[in-house]
């Protein structure tokens, strides 16, 4: 049994304050609430722009957008339960344009700032929540998360980072991207930060009742270079010796499912889905205004637009014996681990085409895939720094409870 008291040593580093400009990472600067004292009395929160603040109106990372849409009627559910525990919301944050974005980079907004690699993207699509919390000017951010929002961009800037169970979370007020995965991400400082937000937000007190098995997944590992996974994997093994962890390896072919035993077929299937259903929210107003957009937008856009959506059927049946063949080896004890991407955050100026994405978005999405898909919970943990630029670890488990119980004794 995991005691409360155990707790292994802080895994941020102290980090230079940067100033708001510098940062790049706020859309918008106001201070709201708190309603209340509360659990979260003293901390300091930003709201990514996919997220409704009564009397602002919710972008989606284009300016066109922006200015056709009315003020929010209300706060978002997520933001009011935070203000209601004592926390004060500070600003809204930049977002990739459609929340659809592995970068971070915008032709209208430019690059949120990432202070622990600044040569180096921050991720997205929740960038400026990212960058906000790791310059210091808040002590946690929320965003829209589809599938690889909280992974990656907490894995880039060194931050702790939380990814609810779909559908745990009340997601009403949020900017519709893929619905069916959509969810709320939460990113923070410390993990006693994380810890006490993800509690208020999912209604989940950590568990500490069984001795967990954790799991690493060889094909994850597989898809990463052999400097990168042996720096990785020495730093979770010292977290392994710390936590005095039950530690186990598997492969995709233990889950007794020929679709799900090719890490490929995980990402193609979210990549369709999420594609059609980014087409769903947003292509009526792109056909009909005909915006101007960033060149990442216009590459996604063009995926989206060219979907057979004639096929739509066969990707959500993948998707429902996928989801079906993972929570069924996911018991109730077992936590996966895997590298939150397959290599660091690229340096800035990259931008995938529409016709040569590069391996670093079908390798690194295939990683995102694996919670997206599942709905189940994931946490990502500052793990790494290789040649200056960080990378996460990421774990699954079948229910939040467990994963908290991990980052209450990751705590300081």
């Given at each position: 049994m995991y005691s409360n008291q155990q707790k292994i040593i802080h895994m941020t580093e102290s980090k230079t304050t940067y100033t708001i400009e510098q940062s790049n990472a706020f859309l918008e600067e106001f201070e709201l609430g708190p309603w209340c004292s509360g659990e979260l009395s003293g901390l300091r929160f930003a709201v990514s722009d996919l997220i409704d603040v009564e009397e602002r109106v919710t972008g989606c990372g284009n300016p066109f957008w922006l200015s056709n849409r009315p003020p929010a009627a209300c706060n978002a559910v997520a933001v009011d339960l935070l203000l209601s525990a004592g926390s004060q919301c500070i600003g809204k944050t930049f977002v990739d344009e459609f929340g659809n974005s592995l970068l971070g980079e915008s032709r209208f907004h430019g690059t949120p700032l990432n202070p622990n690699a600044p040569d180096h993207v921050p991720g997205g699509p929740i960038a400026g929540a990212a960058s906000a919390v790791a310059c210091g000017h808040v002590d946690f951010a929320i965003g829209v998360d589809s599938g690889p929002g909280v992974q990656i961009t907490a894995s880039?800037?060194?931050?702790?980072?939380?990814?609810?169970?779909?559908?745990?979370?009340?997601?009403?007020?949020?900017?519709?991207?893929?619905?069916?995965?959509?969810?709320?991400?939460?990113?923070?400082?410390?993990?006693?930060?994380?810890?006490?937000?993800?509690?208020?937000?999912?209604?989940?007190?950590?568990?500490?009742?069984?001795?967990?098995?954790?799991?690493?997944?060889?094909?994850?590992?597989?898809?990463?270079?052999?400097?990168?996974?042996?720096?990785?994997?020495?730093?979770?093994?010292?977290?392994?010796?710390?936590?005095?962890?039950?530690?186990?390896?598997?492969?995709?072919?233990?889950?007794?499912?020929?679709?799900?035993?090719?890490?490929?077929?995980?990402?193609?299937?979210?990549?369709?889905?999420?594609?059609?259903?980014?087409?769903?929210?947003?292509?009526?107003?792109?056909?009909?205004?005909?915006?101007?957009?960033?060149?990442?937008?216009?590459?996604?856009?063009?995926?989206?637009?060219?979907?057979?959506r004639s096929e739509s059927s066969k990707y959500y049946s993948s998707r429902a014996e996928l989801k079906s063949a993972l929570r069924r080896f996911m018991s109730s004890d077992k936590v996966l681990c895997i590298p939150s991407a397959s290599e660091p955050a690229p340096k800035k100026g990259f931008i995938a085409s529409a016709h040569d994405p590069g391996e670093y978005y079908p390798s690194t999405l295939a990683l995102c895939s694996l919670s997206a898909i599942s709905g189940l919970p994931s946490?990502?943990?500052?793990?790494?720094?290789?040649?200056?630029?960080?990378?996460?670890?990421?774990?699954?488990?079948?229910?939040?409870?467990?994963?908290?119980?991990?980052?209450?004794?990751?705590?300081?």
């Open positions: 880039n800037c060194r931050l702790f980072g939380y990814r609810p169970r779909v559908g745990s979370v009340s997601t009403a007020g949020l900017l519709p991207v893929a619905p069916s995965f959509d969810t709320i991400g939460i990113l923070a400082d410390t993990a006693d930060h994380l810890l006490q937000v993800s509690k208020k937000l999912s209604c989940v007190t950590p568990d500490f009742s069984k001795k967990l098995e954790f799991v690493v997944l060889s094909e994850a590992w597989d898809s990463l270079s052999e400097t990168l996974s042996a720096e990785l994997m020495n730093k979770f093994k010292l977290v392994e010796q710390a936590l005095d962890l039950k530690v186990s390896s598997c492969s995709l072919k233990d889950l007794q499912s020929p679709l799900a035993s090719d890490l490929q077929n995980w990402y193609l299937t979210y990549r369709e889905i999420v594609a059609m259903e980014i087409w769903s929210s947003f292509g009526t107003w792109v056909e009909e205004r005909k915006p101007e957009l960033g060149s990442e937008a216009k590459a996604n856009i063009f995926i989206a637009r060219r979907i057979d946490l990502t943990l500052p793990l790494a720094v290789v040649d200056g630029v960080p990378i996460g670890l990421t774990l699954i488990s079948s229910n939040d409870a467990a994963l908290l119980s991990i980052l209450s004794r990751c705590g300081s």
